[in-house]
């Protein structure tokens, strides 16, 4: 299944409620990327969340990436190294995401 399928299936009407919700609050920012669909197009499904992420750093400037990649390669597990590159190029591409 697509994200697209996906969205169409289960949640066909969230971006209306979502805006509805949202629309005239002042008090939060707000930041869309499709993280869901960047991930399955770079075959990284389950990093969305960190897709999510790396756009927020870029929008917000909490912390730097490098800052993030550092807590990530320390508080990430020797048994599941093999997932950090990964989690640092879904990182990298939620930093770089551009709207079009």
């Given amino acids: 299944m697509t994200p697209e399928e996906f969205i169409q299936k289960w949640l066909p009407d969230y971006k209306a409620r ?23 197009k770079h075959n990284m499904p389950k990093l ?8 927020l750093l ?4 909490i912390f ?13 597990s020797s048994s599941k190294k093999d997932l950090l590159a990964a989690n640092i190029n879904a990182l990298n591409l939620g930093f770089e995401y551009v709207e079009v």
Avoid: F
């Fill in 18 to 40: 979502l805006e509805k919700y949202l629309l005239n609050r002042e008090d939060i920012d707000k930041y869309y990327i499709p993280a869901t669909a960047i991930a399955y």
């Fill in 58 to 61: 870029a929008a917000t400037d």
């Fill in 64 to 76: 730097t990436v490098d800052e993030l990649v550092m807590s990530m390669e320390k508080s990430i």
């Fill in 48 to 55: 969305a969340n960190v897709i999510m992420l790396g756009h």
